[in-house]
């Protein structure tokens, strides 16, 4: 028997060729899916299955490393890293202390290295013999991996490479300097950007770091080594504080990003930046929201002579303040102009989706808005959004099946989103405030005003800026739950805007509106929706078109024919805008006020509409007088959608009763609660409105 770590200077031929010798190599002696049993049974380890199995991955299947992980008590990376311990003294007695000075050089110089090849070690040494230094090496077994054969391209083994990481610490520090910016620039050379910063922040090498964190795609990478450079140097490059911005917004990491802010700010003064920096810090990090401040023009964005995808999220970001201060228009055209600009970036294409999506719903038009979140999804197929951009997918895409009172899509959503944020370090700021908002609003919608406005109140909380709950406020009006103190808070905010010239959304005006016509100042109300109507037509705002509306009419009296014909007028342009996009939501809010028009409405006007606007009214009346006591239940409980999915498969009755083990006159009210949920009176009508719903295939 020999047992070695390097092939034995003994001929074995002989043996080989007689059948009579069996040889080992480390590759064979390798514990992979063994390695676990291993650690539970031989080392007898108590720790929970994920650590096992990092303490594992860590050895790479080296027995010798899961006794050294095992009995140092820690692992991935930690074992080595406390200067010394019996770890450090078994690999300096039994390798590295029996390696030539030329070995232990190479090793202790590349040690520090995520990989290296010839062409990486050539900058590093003067007349090294690449090969043959790799051919020593591998004689020894000295847990060189071979990444990439054909390139040529190797590194070290985890516990190795933590040991050589020491000795490399232990280096004068000009020595370290030196080795690691040459090192960084081979990678450079070889398009490894990444690699190169990473030295190069280890070297506190800041510039030329900055230089190769600019040259890459912004990931988690680069997000990370941006991260690891001072603040007040990451300000300093607008390109790179820009990107830091971003990452930070995206990861959910809202400490770093007010961090980096609160630097800029006190760094930039007197730049156009700072206005919308400060205005982003405080929707995002701030209980309190300042008011938007003035866009930036085109023309200052490129006046700054930035990176296209740097200027691309400025454009982003002024076209979500053209959003709030109602350019409609012109928030479009940043967003396009934005998009084009951006290449590699994933984060901002999927920055660029979101802003799109929200003016989409902000003026009425779901289907684009659903359209878009398509995108997002595809986007998200073909790479790994970050927290953000998965996030705020969820977030945005409930609050369009919300205003088309999809009720179980948007919860689902909503779950979705709320399970992303349990563990997470989210501020109490815009993230969560976001959530907090559509479930007060999802709880409105299902009939569950009670405790959605407890959920409002808290929102609201002692807060002076009323203004960004406004659609909560609506709701919390209709259900005729605001105190008096609340509608004055309301009303004063609303006056104070106006004398100040500050920008309020149709959504809040229309919030006063109801307050006004309900103190019985009918023409102040009438005259603020008539301006709302005016602007909405204008820019083409379908869904504060049809709010505005559907308010109008409760201020038309009908004891006139005129009257009559007004309000009617009033509630078919209403459907007529809102059809086509499904735009329930108002419909049900106001649900109280229309149900003495419909009749009429449809007596009227019936043979004036067309076949899709026919149904829509109908799918609007079940809607509205199912969740007025629907609690949180979908329009069909889940044995229904069961039972109509068996009707849609032309099965009787005693048929489905047997598939679904269920009693015959269970299937008979199930199939009659069906019919009058769904507004029907047959099996084949049942099935097409069950499609037609989406509630079957």
Known sequence: FLLSRGDPPVYLGALAVSGRLLFLSSEDMKLSPESLQFLKKTMKLKDDETRLRQISAFAEGWVGGLQLAAAGGDFSGELLKQGGGFAAEYLTREIFGKLSPGEQNFLVTTGVLSWFSGDICAGLFENLDFPSMLEELQNKNLFVVCIDEEKGIYRYHNILSEYLKQRFSELPNARKKAILQKAASGFAADGDYGEAARLLIQAEDYDGAAENILKMALDTDAGEYINRIPNDYVVQNIDLAGRSLIYNVDCGNMAKFDEVCNTALAEWKDSPLCDLLRYARSLLTRDRVENPPQPISVADVEKLKLDPETAAFILLGTANLLVMDRRYTVAAEYAERAQKMITANVSLHYFAYSLKSQLAEETGRLNDALQTYRQMK????????????????????????????????????????????????????????????????????????????????????????????????????AEGLTDDALKENILAEYKTCVKAGKSVSPAYELLCVRLYFKKGETEKARGITENVLTFTRENQNRLRLVEADLLLIQMTDESAPAGKRRRNNLLR?????????????????????????????????????????????????????????????????????????????????????????????????????????????????????????????
């Not at 595809?378 to 999809?406: D, H």
């Open 573 to 697: 342009e209403a459907v007529y805008y809102s059809w086509e996009d499904r735009i329930i939501q108002p419909f049900y809010v106001e649900r109280r006020a229309l149900n003495a028009l419909w009749k009429d409405f449809n007596a009227s006007l019936s043979d004036k509409l067309s076949e899709q606007e026919r149904l829509f009214v109908r799918d609007v009346m079940r809607i509205c007088s199912q969740q007025e006591n629907a609690g949180d239940k979908g329009l069909l409980s889940s044995r229904e959608q069961e039972v109509l999915a068996e009707l849609a498969k032309g099965k009787t009755n005693p048929q489905i009763a047997e598939d679904l083990c269920i009693s015959l006159s269970t299937v008979k009210t199930h199939v009659l609660s069906i019919y009058g949920k769904l507004g029907v009176s047959s099996r084949v009508s049942a099935a097409k409105e069950g499609k037609r719903l989406g509630l079957i295939r």
């Open 378 to 477: 595809v986007l998200f197929e073909k790479s790994e959004p970050a927290f953000m951009s998965q996030y705020n997918y969820r977030i945005g895409i409930a609050g369009v099946y919300l205003k088309r009172m999809e009720l179980a899509q948007a919860r689902k959503m909503l779950d979705e989103a709320g399970e992303m944020l349990r563990g997470e370090n989210i501020p109490e700021s815009m993230v969560r405030f976001s959530l907090d908002y559509n479930e007060a609003e999802y709880n409105m919608l299902c009939g569950q005003s009670e405790k959605g406005a407890a959920l409002i109140r808290r929102i609201i909380g002692g807060s002076t800026d009323l203004r960004r709950a406004d659609r909560l406020l609506i709701e919390l009006s």
